[in-house]
């Protein structure tokens, strides 16, 4: 007889529950809880998104009848304007916080969704275009500021991924409920998915209203100077940055703009796939963003984007096989994935590391206005693209432009203000 005591078959499973409760605490303590309560605001938002953005261009070109081109045009030039709204705002996010503009463009972007179902005619698509990318430039710099406030100062770009996590669960999960909903329907389906959509973009805005704190960041140098855009565009290295990444958001706007259209008028590919596709983006991104962003902010810039350029590169050849072989649009997306799980956090970290407190917030808005013009020419031309006879043509081009961007992504390699603080103090670095 033993008089050593095991634990009976009681106790195992319960030592399990509390190892997966240490475990749980151990990421939920990492951040504080207004990171989580910003997580969820954004997951509700994305979700309401998620659910319109893979079929504005499908509802506005083939269910409301107005031509590619003109789509694309107009949402260009709405794009445009949202700079020049941008350039505004700018100076009250540094001067007031992230969080009151980021309440006043989520109100906006709800208004303008729920517009979208009514806006059947040129005018009226131009009128609610306007709206609608004035608000969503101005959303980007004002939720990027609000993470910095809520941030450690070490943990910032962890937190950039977690948000990013809760906006790429919301986009596949509204990408799937979207697709659903209008499959093989007409207008009424699709007015009803811009209502739900609305809906949960306000329900997003309460939550940041009722439950994320206003904590407004250093607002002067500190020789006490107010920050100019003046400032910002002496800053040569960040401007550098913002043209590759000009360069590389007119590669990942495709996923969004170009690709779902050609599948389905070229490929036979219904809306129901395309969501489920962007489903699979979501659970990739969602499994790997955040171990992978907390890498990629060890590694080297420039060395990283090239590769996310050339991986979007090979995915736009893969384009051209789909619609003789539509299996290779599972291919595409995983390409697009991996490209972007590269990407997302590095757009964060050029920002984080150049600019000073006080001019985060028109940091952020230049990125903004990066990827709002990038993505105004993307969608441009590729509504040309798609109003061609053979609009395969626009993924050989695509591919092309990869490669300069990967070549220009390349000179980053070697500057010393991108280069993490920790490999900065050892002299060594990977990736």
Avoid at 77 to 105: E, M, N, W, Y
Avoid at 396 to 424: D, H, K, N, Q
Wanted: with cysteine.
């Amino acid at each position: 007889m033993s008089f050593i005591e095991t634990p009976g078959p009681v106790m195992v499973p319960e030592l399990a529950k509390r190892g997966l409760r240490q475990r749980l605490r151990v990421h939920t303590d990492a951040y504080p809880r207004s990171i989580w309560a910003l997580s969820a605001a954004v997951l509700t938002v994305w979700t309401g998104r998620g659910m319109v953005l893979p079929f504005l261009v499908i509802y506005f070109s083939q269910i409301a009848g107005i031509r590619a081109s003109v789509v694309g045009a107009v949402i260009a030039g709405s794009g445009l304007a949202g700079i020049a709204f941008v350039l505004i705002v700018a100076g009250q996010i540094d001067k007031r916080g992230g969080r009151p503009v980021l309440l006043a463009t989520l109100s906006m972007i709800s208004l303008a969704t729920l517009l979208i179902a009514w806006a059947n005619s040129t005018p009226a698509f131009l009128a609610v275009s306007l709206l609608l990318y004035c608000a969503s430039q101005s959303y980007w710099p004002s939720i990027d500021t609000v993470v910095t406030s809520l941030a450690d100062a070490g943990k910032v770009i962890p937190a950039m991924a977690l948000i990013r996590v809760a906006m790429a669960v919301g986009i596949g999960l509204g990408g799937l409920l979207g697709g659903i909903m209008v499959a093989g329907g007409g207008l009424s389906e699709y007015r009803l998915l811009f209502g739900a959509s609305a809906a949960l973009i306000a329900l997003g805005a309460v939550i940041v209203w009722r439950v994320v704190p206003s904590v407004p960041l250093q607002t002067t140098s500190d020789s006490g100077a107010q920050g100019t855009w003046g400032d910002v565009l002496a800053d040569r290295t960040f401007l550098y940055g913002m043209l590759v990444l000009f360069a590389l958001v007119l590669g990942f706007t495709q996923l969004n703009m170009s690709v779902p259209p050609f599948l389905r008028a070229e490929a036979g590919i219904g809306e129901g796939r395309i969501g489920a596709l962007f489903f699979m983006n979501t659970i990739l991104i969602v499994l790997t963003q955040v171990p992978i962003a907390a890498r990629v902010d060890r590694g080297n810039v420039g060395r990283l984007l090239s590769v996310a350029s050339l991986i979007w590169g090979a995915a736009f050849l893969a384009m051209i096989a789909t619609p003789g072989f539509a299996a290779a649009a599972i291919f595409v997306f995983l390409a697009f994935t991996g490209g972007e799980l590269i990407f997302m956090p590095i757009t964060a970290i050029i920002a984080v590391r150049l600019a000073p407190l006080h001019l985060r917030g028109r940091y952020f808005s230049l990125l903004s206005i990066t990827w709002g013009g990038s993505w105004a020419i993307a969608t441009l031309t590729a509504g040309i693209a798609l109003d061609l006879s053979r609009p395969v043509l626009l993924w050989p081009v695509m591919a092309a432009f990869m490669v300069v961007g990967a070549v220009a992504a390349w000179r980053l390699r070697s500057i010393e203000r991108l280069t993490p603080p920790v490999i900065a103090q050892t002299g060594t670095a990977d990736g």
